[in-house]
């Protein structure tokens, strides 16, 4: 083999390597995740959503080296932000035993009760379980991120009918509000048909909810 055919291999190989290999992972990829159904992100922003997530595994080491530590967002910062997403979305939290805050700072904290208060203690009506979809982490890599759903019931915790927050006592239909969660009011006129669907049916399936139109602060009970 001469000089010139190792030279136009090696060339062939660059260019495999460089560009056809980069581009077809990318076709790849963009149909895998317009098609797949665990991630909105995903499924609507190809290639880019896994840019995202991508920045979010390496974001603790650009905010040490580089940015705000966890303590220093505002409103919230970024480990207050992990203790309600992550449980919120995956319906598992595991909080290490201590604290990071610094407690000869001046201010106000809370603390758990030395006797908390038993779930079977609670004036809350959890007969009926309620049927709701949970998140589980299969892999969680820096390139890669792979999970499931799952169908669990799920505690409602509504209020009994006798502690029932009742709207428009004189009214012939009066509401009877007795779940715990809402949804507040938002701009629905810059929401899609899909998500406002997702909303509703969401808030329907804690019972008894209310929920906030954005018009005008009108409230409806689902």
């Known amino acids: 083999m001469s000089w010139l055919d190792s030279l136009s291999?090696?060339?062939?190989?660059?260019?495999i390597i460089?560009?056809?290999?980069?581009?077809?992972?990318?076709?790849?990829?963009?149909?895998?995740?317009?098609?797949?159904k665990q991630h909105a992100i995903l499924r609507n922003y190809p290639i880019?959503?896994?840019?995202?997530?991508?920045?979010?595994?390496?974001?603790?080491?650009?905010?040490?080296?580089?940015?705000?530590?966890?303590?220093?967002?505002?409103?919230?910062?970024?480990?207050?932000?992990?203790?309600?997403?992550l449980p919120g979305k995956y319906l598992?939290?595991?909080?290490?035993?201590?604290?990071?805050?610094?407690?000869?700072?001046?201010?106000?904290?809370?603390?758990?009760?030395?006797?908390?208060?038993?779930?079977?203690?609670?004036?809350v009506d959890n007969d009926e379980l309620i049927n709701t979809m949970r998140y589980r982490v299969d892999e969680d890599n820096l390139f890669s991120r792979k999970e499931h759903r799952e169908e669990i019931p799920a505690l409602p915790w509504l209020l009994p009918e006798e502690?029932?927050?009742?709207?428009?006592?004189?009214?012939?239909?009066?509401?009877?509000?007795?779940?715990l969660l809402g949804q507040s009011g938002m701009s629905y006129g810059a929401l899609g048909e899909n998500a406002i669907t997702a909303l509703s049916?969401?808030?329907g399936m804690a019972k008894e909810a209310w929920m906030n139109t954005g018009k005008a602060g009108f409230p409806l009970i689902i």
């Open 9 to 15: 291999l090696t060339t062939t190989l660059i260019i």
């Open 18 to 36: 460089l560009v056809i290999i980069p581009i077809s992972s990318a076709i790849y990829l963009y149909f895998y995740d317009r098609r797949q």
């Open 48 to 85: 880019l959503g896994r840019m995202r997530y991508m920045l979010e595994k390496t974001g603790p080491e650009l905010r040490q080296y580089l940015f705000n530590a966890d303590h220093e967002g505002k409103p919230f910062n970024r480990e207050e932000y992990l203790h309600i997403v």
């Open 92 to 123: 598992n939290s595991i909080i290490g035993f201590g604290s990071k805050r610094n407690f000869e700072e001046s201010g106000y904290y809370i603390r758990n009760s030395l006797f908390t208060k038993q779930n079977e203690e609670m004036r």
């Open 163 to 179: 502690d029932a927050v009742v709207i428009g006592h004189n009214c012939e239909h009066p509401f009877h509000v007795r779940s």
């Open 201 to 203: 049916k969401g808030i």
